[in-house]
């Protein structure tokens, strides 16, 4: 087997970037080690375009339970299944990362595949992004990387910041603070976040922080490329022939403001779109269908971009800083319910419904480190067709982005989830999305907030998101978006997903189509951001101030007795009667926790 390993002291361990022949049929692989967990990352571009109007990117993230050295499953099924929603995540991370340095009217498909070969004392993540850019960047796959990531933690009453910390090193609800966070040339290109209302300088203090470490991992990768990356294949922008030019500025450019300045939505883009398609296929019946529609899109971008940057002009006529129209209502759908909630910004309309469960209710969850947990608090996300206004498959399951919008909701919320001590219930959420015109993903943080509240849950605080957009030139040149939707949402240069309490933040995302953002415009979209949670949450609160004194009467009851542990399973209660006595005469589900804990369901 051929083999060159480069290595990298980081964080008090060694990084190393082994490549070898074992992929030899990919374009690029390599293998990522740090401590004993080692991922191999393979980057593959197909041999022929592919009739769309998009670039065809493909990211999948493998694991499987031998990287832990476990055997999981079921009884009679011992072969992994569909990913879990970790793996998709993980996934996810990477596509968000690498997907807006490619040229995207690239036509040719690109896959990139990420498979956790061991798992031990760190989560794959930081090194899955790594070795995708590493793979993606020493090919013949042209890419305008490479890209760096870091995972920066902070323990609660903490003042230090952790680089890469282990598993052990970040237990469950002992952090105040996760993010993982990628980027190039001192800029950022993608966030995760999990926090426990930090303030927004303390963000900004870690994506400083972090951004040393993003150019150290960088530089180690140029080096790299510089010695065995390949040559690129090159794949020149095709441009409209003369005469099609003509016939789109005749029929297009003259009608473009009209269209896109009209109000919400993209009703008038579309058409516009449909009647310059036609005019296309009637005059010229032989030519490029798609490269007709991206020069559409690509005339509207810039033209979004400019009217907004040089006359701070939005499609729907609104202020820079200002939101849409908001509504609020808890309760009131049905009794049957634990809870419910529902919000409006906008056209984009959520509904959450609470469901409380007994501490068996609770999911059981397989991790890919090994280990079993119980998850008490669940969100879940879903997003059907009728939504946007149109017709499709229902049904269906969960796609990624589903589970991507649904995990950052609940990263959101968790922050202001009563323990188990004070509150012993399981709690699920989900989150209906009934409307959508721009970051339904906030919208349904705060419509579970509101069905948390309805549902008498003893939350630390409420709860609201917001979507900050950005129109972007250059770093002295910009216009900062908030509430996006339609138009902005999809041509925009950012998507910056911040929710929180008034206290201070509890998720954010970040996703852009630029190479990068400045830390100094991500710290101005936080404040930014701020003032429009504040003006949610006072919206919310006008439709429920705090949590209902009772839980609903449909929702099961809960007993919970303390007893000294030499003493489980023999007497508890003042009437002397057994556990297996009490489960028999009430048919209850009984949960006995190691401390002497006992809850009756």
Same mark, same amino acid.
């Given at each position: 087997?051929?083999?060159?390993?480069?290595?990298?002291?980081?964080?008090?361990?060694?990084?190393?970037?082994? /490549?070898?022949?074992?992929?030899?049929?990919?374009?690029?692989?390599?293998?990522?080690?740090?401590?004993?967990?080692?991922?191999?990352?393979?980057?593959?571009?197909?041999?022929?375009?592919?009739?769309?109007?998009?670039?065809?990117?493909?990211?999948?993230?493998?694991?499987?339970?031998?990287?832990?050295?476990?055997?999981?499953?079921?009884?009679?099924?011992?072969?992994?299944?569909?990913?879990?929603?970790?793996?998709?995540?993980?996934?996810?991370?990477?596509?968000?990362?690498?997907?807006?340095?490619?040229?995207?009217?690239?036509?040719?498909?690109?896959?990139?595949?990420?498979?956790?070969?061991?798992?031990?004392?760190?989560?794959?993540?930081?090194?899955?992004?790594?070795?995708?850019?590493?793979?993606?960047?020493?090919?013949?796959?042209?890419?305008?990387?490479?890209?760096?990531?870091?995972?920066?933690?902070?323990?609660?009453?903490?003042?230090?910041?952790?680089?890469?910390?282990?598993?052990?090193?970040?237990?469950?609800?002992?952090?105040?603070?996760?993010?993982?966070?990628?980027?190039?040339?001192?800029?950022?290109?993608?966030?995760?976040?999990?926090?426990?209302?930090?303030?927004?300088?303390?963000?900004?203090?870690?994506?400083? /922080?972090?951004?040393?470490?993003?150019?150290?991992?960088?530089?180690?990768?140029?080096?790299?490329?510089?010695?065995?990356?390949?040559?690129?294949?090159?794949?020149?922008?095709?441009?409209?022939?003369?005469?099609?030019?003509?016939?789109?500025?005749?029929?297009?450019?003259?009608?473009?403001?009209?269209?896109?300045?009209?109000?919400?939505?993209?009703?008038?883009?579309?058409?516009?779109?449909?009647?310059?398609?036609?005019?296309?296929?009637?005059? /010229?019946?032989?030519?490029?269908?798609?490269?007709?529609?991206?020069?559409?899109?690509?005339?509207?971008?810039?033209?979004?971009?400019?009217?907004?940057?040089?006359?701070?002009?939005?499609?729907?006529?609104?202020?820079?800083?200002?939101?849409?129209?908001?509504?609020?209502?808890?309760?009131?759908?049905?009794?049957?319910?634990?809870?419910?909630?529902?919000?409006?910004?906008?056209?984009?309309?959520?509904?959450?419904?609470?469901?409380?469960?007994?501490?068996?209710?609770?999911?059981?969850?397989?991790?890919?480190?090994?280990?079993?947990?119980?998850?008490?608090?669940?969100?879940?996300?879903?997003?059907?067709?009728?939504?946007?206004?149109?017709?499709?498959?229902?049904?269906?399951?969960?796609?990624?982005?589903?589970?991507?919008?649904?995990?950052?909701?609940?990263?959101?919320?968790?922050?202001?989830?009563?323990?188990?001590?004070?509150?012993?219930?399981?709690?699920?959420?989900?989150?209906?999305?009934?409307?959508?015109?721009?970051?339904?993903?906030?919208?349904?943080?705060?419509?579970?907030?509101?069905?948390?509240?309805?549902?008498?849950?003893?939350?630390?605080?409420?709860?609201?998101?917001?979507?900050?957009?950005?129109?972007?030139?250059?770093?002295?040149?910009?216009?900062?978006?908030?509430?996006?939707?339609?138009?902005?949402?999809?041509?925009?240069?950012?998507?910056?997903?911040?929710?929180?309490?008034?206290?201070?933040?509890?998720?954010?995302?970040?996703?852009?189509?630029?190479?990068?953002?400045?830390?100094?415009?991500?710290?101005?979209?936080?404040?930014?951001?701020?003032?429009?949670?504040?003006?949610?949450?006072?919206?919310?609160?006008?439709?429920?101030?705090?949590?209902?004194?009772?839980?609903?009467?449909?929702?099961?009851?809960?007993?919970?007795?303390?007893?000294?542990?030499?003493?489980?399973?023999?007497?508890?209660?003042?009437?002397?009667?057994?556990?297996?006595?009490?489960?028999?005469?009430?048919?209850?589900?009984?949960?006995?926790?190691?401390?002497?804990?006992?809850?009756?369901?």
């Amino acid at each position: 087997m051929k083999s060159k390993t480069y290595s990298l002291p980081w964080a008090g361990k060694t990084l190393t970037a082994e /490549f070898t022949d074992l992929a030899g049929q990919a374009n690029c692989s390599v293998i990522i080690r740090f401590g004993n967990t080692a991922v191999l990352t393979t980057a593959v571009m197909g041999k022929h375009d592919k009739e769309s109007d998009y670039f065809p990117l493909t990211v999948d993230n493998e694991e499987k339970f031998y990287a832990s050295g476990v055997i999981r499953g079921s009884q009679y099924v011992r072969r992994e299944g569909r990913p879990g929603d970790d793996s998709i995540i993980r996934g996810r991370i990477v596509d968000r990362t690498v997907r807006p340095l490619f040229d995207q009217h690239i036509r040719r498909e690109v896959q990139v595949v990420v498979i956790a070969l061991a798992i031990d004392e760190h989560d794959t993540d930081i090194f899955a992004v790594i070795g995708a850019s590493l793979a993606i960047a020493t090919s013949d796959i042209p890419w305008h990387g490479p890209v760096g990531a870091v995972r920066v933690a902070r323990k609660r009453g903490s003042k230090e910041w952790l680089v890469n910390p282990s598993f052990a090193e970040r237990p469950d609800g002992e952090l105040d603070f996760d993010m993982v966070v990628c980027g190039k040339d001192g800029n950022i290109n993608m966030i995760e976040v999990e926090a426990g209302e930090v303030k927004e300088s303390e963000m900004a203090e870690a994506l400083e /922080f972090a951004k040393m470490h993003i150019a150290l991992v960088e530089d180690f990768q140029k080096k790299i490329i510089a010695e065995i990356g390949k040559v690129k294949q090159e794949f020149p922008k095709i441009d409209l022939e003369t005469g099609e030019t003509a016939l789109f500025n005749e029929h297009v450019t003259p009608n473009l403001d009209k269209a896109m300045f009209s109000g919400a939505g993209k009703i008038g883009i579309y058409a516009l779109k449909d009647s310059w398609m036609e005019k296309f296929k009637e005059k /010229f019946p032989e030519g490029k269908k798609n490269l007709a529609e991206s020069i559409f899109e690509e005339a509207v971008n810039d033209y979004l971009h400019s009217e907004a940057i040089e006359k701070s002009r939005r499609p729907d006529n609104r202020k820079m800083d200002e939101l849409r129209g908001l509504f609020a209502k808890a309760g009131e759908v049905s009794l049957v319910l634990h809870g419910s909630g529902i919000f409006y910004r906008g056209e984009t309309h959520m509904f959450s419904a609470l469901t409380l469960g007994g501490p068996k209710d609770s999911q059981t969850i397989d991790s890919i480190d090994g280990t079993e947990k119980q998850k008490r608090f669940m969100h879940h996300y879903n997003f059907p067709p009728f939504s946007v206004g149109e017709v499709g498959r229902m049904g269906g399951g969960t796609n990624r982005r589903m589970v991507g919008h649904g995990m950052l909701a609940e990263k959101s919320l968790r922050a202001v989830i009563p323990s188990k001590e004070i509150f012993p219930y399981t709690i699920r959420l989900v989150s209906e999305t009934l409307s959508s015109n721009g970051s339904s993903s906030m919208g349904s943080v705060c419509a579970s907030t509101l069905a948390l509240m309805d549902g008498g849950v003893p939350i630390k605080a409420p709860v609201a998101g917001i979507a900050m957009g950005l129109m972007y030139e250059n770093d002295n040149k910009y216009k900062i978006l908030t509430d996006i939707q339609g138009p902005e949402d999809e041509h925009g240069d950012m998507d910056f997903k911040v929710a929180g309490t008034k206290n201070g933040v509890t998720g954010v995302q970040l996703d852009v189509k630029v190479s990068g953002v400045s830390i100094k415009i991500l710290s101005e979209a936080l404040e930014q951001a701020k003032l429009a949670r504040l003006e949610i949450l006072d919206t919310l609160a006008r439709a429920i101030e705090k949590p209902r004194e009772k839980i609903s009467p449909r929702a099961p009851e809960i007993v919970v007795l303390r007893i000294k542990p030499d003493q489980i399973g023999l007497i508890i209660g003042s009437g002397g009667k057994t556990i297996n006595e009490i489960r028999e005469l009430t048919e209850s589900e009984i949960d006995i926790e190691d401390d002497g804990t006992v809850y009756i369901t």
